[in-house]
């Protein structure tokens, strides 16, 4: 048996247990909450630091705040350790660079990208950059203002990717190691009305997914040693006959870069795609989010199973993956308004 740990971020309020920790067992695909920290509002979207011993939540609220916390899994506990003001409206967004020294967010609503720096005791330290996007896009209700959703490291590069659903845009910075400041080396131009929302990479291939929420479509790009990106097909996220209301949410590429898979929020569905030679999708298959809203989801390490955080139903489910296809519901936890799971060990932990 091996048992790996796990946090959840939620749209809790301040006084509940907004973020928790979880042991999975491997084996019997069984999830069990063994802790729980209030004092944050809507502790959304979480990130991991390279240690193992550290994560940062972002409090997607106005005014939102980032707060860094200890935790000790083989004890049982989450402790904040310190907390800063995160520059603007509903922080969607964190990432803990791989050198552990640097955070960066984004928020949805101020509309910009931020750069905190990490002290060496992991108190989230001051504020190096920011960058203000500006623009909007075709989809009036959604799409009035600039909106970063996401800001996520490209593999073995300081080079990070942030998708602008407001601006139909996707952002790449190069983050100076030293000084922590934001250089633009290339704003993507994605079809208009998408709304990008997060993206990711394949683990061998020169190819990214970026996943529109808007509009229900995964992009695939490719790109070269010089960094020039070319757009190599765009597939829908839904069934053809389904034409009712739906956003797409997270995207992942399995470990062994044969599998993508995606939610939709509406059919309330993972959708999982076979990847061919060149990193292209096919042969889609759909099966149910075990309940509404799946805002999130993570594939446990090892590439047995799928946990999603689905949103409006209140519960985190697990799935049963076969042949890399999710095929069995295994589990279903009551708990409020999961957005966001992040998996702490590894298999090999």
Known sequence: ???????????????????????????????????????????????????????????????????????????????EHSRSGGNGDHPAYVTIDRSGKWLLSVNY?????????????????????????????????????????????????????????????????????ETGKLSLQQALAAEGGSGPRHLAYHPE?????????????????????????????????????????????EVAVSEDGKILYASNRGHDSIVSFEIDAAGKLHSPEFTSSGGSGPRHFSLVPGGDWLIVANEKSDSLIVLKLENGRPAELVQEIQTDSPVCVKFITRKDK
């Open 109 to 177: 609503s101020g509309g910009n990208v931020n750069v905190f720096r990490l002290e060496n005791d992991n108190t989230i330290g001051g504020q190096t950059d920011s960058v203000q996007h500006e623009g909007s896009g075709p989809n009036k209700e959604r799409q009035d203002a600039a909106h970063p959703h996401s800001v996520i490291q490209v593999p073995e590069k300081d080079l990070f990717a942030v998708s602008d659903l407001g601006t139909d845009a996707i952002y790449f910075y190069q983050l100076d190691a």
């Open 1 to 79: 048996m091996v048992i790996l740990h796990l946090l959840s971020g939620s749209y809790a309020s301040r006084d509940e247990e907004g973020v928790k920790l979880w042991q999975f067992d491997t084996d019997a695909g069984e999830l069990k909450e063994i802790a729980g920290v209030s004092g944050i509002e809507r502790p959304s979207f979480l990130t991991v630091h390279p240690s193992r011993e550290m994560f940062v939540s972002g409090s997607e609220d106005f005014n939102g705040e980032l707060v860094s916390y200890e935790v000790k899994k083989d004890e049982g506990t989450i402790k």
């Open 205 to 249: 291939k020169p190819v990214f997914y970026s996943l529109g929420e808007l509009d229900s479509t995964v992009t695939v790009y490719s790109f070269d040693q010089d960094n020039e990106i070319s757009n190599v097909q765009r597939v829908s996220l839904l069934p053809k006959a389904y034409d009712r209301e739906n956003t797409a949410a």
